[in-house]
């Protein structure tokens, strides 16, 4: 009996000083999440006008009457102008009727030929951009007049100069929905260069978990001011300035959007989930392609970026459309996406080799940033062993009795 539990002895030393001298490799994860924007410009213009209205108006006589446009909206836009000309009778209501036995075309106007131009098409158009904030350079006229061959016929008459304005983005070749092109026009315009503003996220550590540097903002620092049609690119930075390599990955999160009305969320909706498509590149290829918001996707699966050593870092690259079927609906809105990045690594736990020679390695995830897990197969080797040596005690006690 005694050599039996000799033995038993021998094989929980055995087993003691094994659990004790495996390296255990742990795995752990840190993430931080970010929201990022995207807003929809717009394109707010209108007639600014100099006008007093006199009492009456004398065949030759000049009336003063300035008209230019205002853009007023946050992004650039190409402008035309009709004008309509009626003379006619205000009856006892103030409500107007044309005479149309009486031409319209005796009230004269001498149009701006510098900087606008006679499309052909019962519209003036403005032969620059209209950047935000700008007014037209010149008016499309500064004064009207009655023809000195207008009779007796037009005597007491009302005459009324209608002035209706259209505008549209810039960007985009959106001038092609009026069925004109810049070129035909000989308007001055070039498609602006985009803004380089690169974003970064860096991974410092397993404590310290990432640091999300951005523009003021978010990351999709260039994804501001989006018009229908429009295509842009953001340059992200990746890094991992830790001590030790690690895999980062990237997913987006369903997120509660900023308060706005159930109107302007079903638009919302729609932007981030059909109209506004992006692509994601990393090392040359494409990790996602589809809705900015990642649904389903992005949403139900992490994409990974790949294995960052130590100290270095890599480009990421977010490539934004955005349709041209949107209508003025879509104008001011702000958008909302969240995406969280995960840090993958391994810790040696309890360093030594042992007498296996090599080490055990044992990948745990955890919920929590920066834990770390202890390996399934560890606890279970130590559960074997605290079941041997209570084996031993029952043994033992049973020699005594």
Known sequence: MKNKISKIIIAASAACYLFSSVSVYAAWTANSSTDNYLSM????????????????????????????????????TFVRVAVEKQIGDIDGDGNFTPDTELDPEMIQIQYNNTVWRDGGDGYFYYLKELGPGETTEEPLFRSYKLSENADNAYRKKQGHIIVKMESIQAEGNAISVWGKTVSDLGIQY????????????TFLGQDKGFDIASTKTDLFANFKNLMPGTSRTQTIKVANTSSKEVEISLKAEAVEQDKMSQTQLALVD???????????????????????????????TAASL????????????????VSPDMDNQYLDLLGKVRWVFTATGEDENAPGTGTLGKPVSASVSTPKTGDIAIAPAMISFAAATLLLCSGLIIIRKKEDE
Request: glycine residues 8%; hydrophobic residues 20%.
């Open 306 to 321: 790949g294995k960052y050593p130590a100290d270095s870092a890599k480009d990421m690259t977010v490539s934004l459309s």
């Open 190 to 201: 070039q498609e602006p260069k985009q803004e380089r503003k690169d974003t970064s996220v």
């Open 41 to 76: 410009g717009s394109y707010k213009t209108s007639i600014e006008e100099e006008y007093t209205q006199p009492d009456h108006v004398d065949p030759s006589q000049e009336v003063s009457k300035i008209v230019n446009v205002k853009n007023s909206g946050s992004v650039g």
């Open 270 to 300: 729609k932007l981030l989930n059909e109209y506004a498509q992006i692509t994601i590149q990393t090392d040359g290829n494409t990790i996602y392609k589809g809705p900015v918001s990642g649904k389903t996707e992005l949403q139900n």
